[in-house]
């Protein structure tokens, strides 16, 4: 089971880790169901009572910090009806505190840290013989008054002998269709995720990855273009894009050059995108280019901050200027740039904010998106170095059941207003952006094939859209330059007063999201529409 967060994030693609557990326990004579609830809203109790989750014999939890109040609600009520089921805990939260959990929550029987294939198979086979079963290498148990702590499990060491994530999820949600729309072919493509390695080398403070260790291993070349064979044979879908959900793809550039040329063996018209660090970025340079012959089209980047003392707390090992020249290398080469970004930390200040926007604002990003890298703030996850930097720095012990809020954080009293000035503006004006966004280039690919269409009216919705772009920075910009005054602007006028004024003709923010929406719906595109639309294009 992946119980839920507490809130929908739109996800597409279903939870990988536990499909290889399901496909090892099959391929070893055991069978599994599994139940997606990562993105409901409902109450975790009343889901579980739904799909009857108390009929099974074990029932295992895939747990981030996010999670866990979801989890412990979900295992008390499974043991209260069923007092034999085994309750089992994995991921990288039940990892960072297996022991907190099995002393506070007599609901759960058992966690397995890190890895869990090989751990979990053992717990299947030895279900009825509870000898056996509390010994298991990885494990962690209740015995008595204290815990039994097993020796770590050692890393699976060949990933190639792992079973494809092949298995199927009942979602209360269901899956939208994983697409790619590629520009440069100029056609929406079905998608599919891939994990072609596990783990990263490097020691960024706050990534949950260390949680589970720092173990890199990488799968051969072959296998990962036979796993694009065998999806599209088992689902009976030409998957032509792929996404590498890799912690870091990108640690071994001549193999990721293998990967990419097994694909294109596969189907040239095949292409992919991963996430990696800066350094390696410009480490790797001369490959790049190959890359991209062989279909690569955006790699998700690891930036973070342009502040130097920011990038020093989260363990970085990387400088401003790096994140520069990597941003500028691959725009170079025409590769796209898919932003990571840390806006807000605890200990941020006003000269760390500035240095952020004016590298946005350089580099090219005001036209990004979407602008979810504004109101980002770091999270402090449980087996974290920042958070235990946090918890000595602030003085206290952070429970380990807790997420902190990150926005209710800051050290410095104006980044905090800040902070909660920008998150009106996400709450008042951000939605409707995006929904005029939206609306507005939909209609604009409209117009461009109607040789019909009002040139004036196509003119000035495309200066709409681009200042709707800019919109959410602008605001920023004001709104840091008034916090660097000490907020005169705020105090007296409101945060009315730090709206933009947009395009050639200084139109008020309010009165370009009419104009857009009154062009859009003129050119067919009600709100209705629109979504419909964004979804038949992947761009939901």
């Not at 020691?203 to 990488?218: A, E, Q, W």
Request: charged share 25%.
């Amino acid at each position: 089971m992946n119980p839920s967060v507490g809130f929908s994030d739109r996800r597409k693609s279903k939870p990988i880790g536990l499909a290889y557990l399901m496909a090892y326990l099959r391929a070893n004579g055991f069978e599994s169901t599994g139940f997606d609830f990562g993105d409901s809203e409902d109450d975790p109790v009343e889901l579980a009572e739904l799909y009857g989750l108390d009929t099974f014999d074990i029932v295992g939890f895939s747990v981030y910090n996010e999670s866990f109040r979801a989890t412990a609600a979900t295992a008390s009520w499974i043991k209260s009806r069923n007092p034999d089921c085994l309750v089992v805990l994995g991921g990288p939260h039940a990892t960072a505190v297996h022991e907190q959990i099995l002393r506070r929550y007599p609901c759960v029987d058992t966690v397995i840290r890190r890895e869990g294939e090989a751990a979990m198979l053992e717990l299947v086979r030895a279900y009825r013989e509870p000898h056996v079963l509390t010994k298991i290498a990885g494990t962690t148990w209740r015995a008595g008054d204290g815990l039994t702590v097993n020796v770590d499990r050692a890393f699976v060491p060949d990933l190639d002998q792992i079973p494809f994530p092949d298995a199927e999820f009942i979602s209360h949600s269901g899956y939208p269709s994983l697409t790619y729309y590629d520009e440069v072919q100029g056609r929406l493509k079905p998608a599919l995720t891939i994990c072609s390695s596990r783990s990263c080398p490097y020691n960024c403070s706050f990534c949950g990855v260390l949680t589970i260790g720092r173990k890199y291993r990488s799968r051969d070349a072959s296998r990962v273009a036979e796993e694009l064979r065998h999806f599209r044979d088992q689902h009976g879908v030409n998957y032509q894009h792929v996404y590498f959900s890799d912690a870091n793809f990108f640690v071994s550039p001549p193999r990721a050059l293998e990967v990419a040329q097994a694909l294109h063996e596969v189907d040239p018209a095949v292409t992919f995108s991963f996430g990696t660090r800066v350094n390696q970025i410009l480490k790797a340079a001369a490959v790049l280019p190959e890359l991209k012959k062989y279909g690569l089209r955006f790699i998700e980047l690891g930036i973070e901050s342009a502040s130097a003392p920011v990038l020093e707390r989260l363990a970085k090992s990387v400088t401003p200027d790096v994140n520069v020249a990597a941003v500028r290398l691959l725009r170079r080469l025409g590769i796209e740039i898919s932003l990571d970004f840390i806006m807000l930390d605890p200990a941020t200040t006003l000269a760390d904010v500035r240095a952020n926007l004016e590298f946005l604002r350089d580099n090219g990003f005001y036209d990004y998106l979407p602008h979810d890298h504004l109101y980002s703030a770091l999270v402090l996850y449980q087996g974290t170095p920042i958070r235990d930097f946090y918890a000595a720095r602030r003085g206290v012990e952070f429970d380990p059941d807790d997420l902190p809020n990150p926005y209710t954080m800051f050290e410095v009293p104006e980044v905090q207003r800040l902070s909660d000035e920008l998150h009106a503006f996400r709450r008042d004006w951000q939605g409707r952006i995006d929904d005029a966004l939206a609306q507005g280039e939909l209609a604009l690919l409209s117009m461009a094939d109607n040789p019909d269409a009002p040139r004036l009216a196509q003119a000035w919705l495309q200066i709409d859209v681009v200042s709707l772009r800019h919109a959410p920075n602008l605001f920023f910009e004001h709104l840091l330059a008034d916090a660097e005054s000490g907020f005169p602007r705020l105090r007296a006028q409101g945060a009315g007063s730090l709206l933009p004024s947009l395009g050639p003709d200084s139109t008020t923010l309010p009165q370009v999201l009419e104009r857009v929406e009154s062009t859009a719906h003129a050119a067919g595109f009600t709100p209705e529409r629109e979504q419909l639309t964004r979804h038949e294009r992947g761009q939901a």
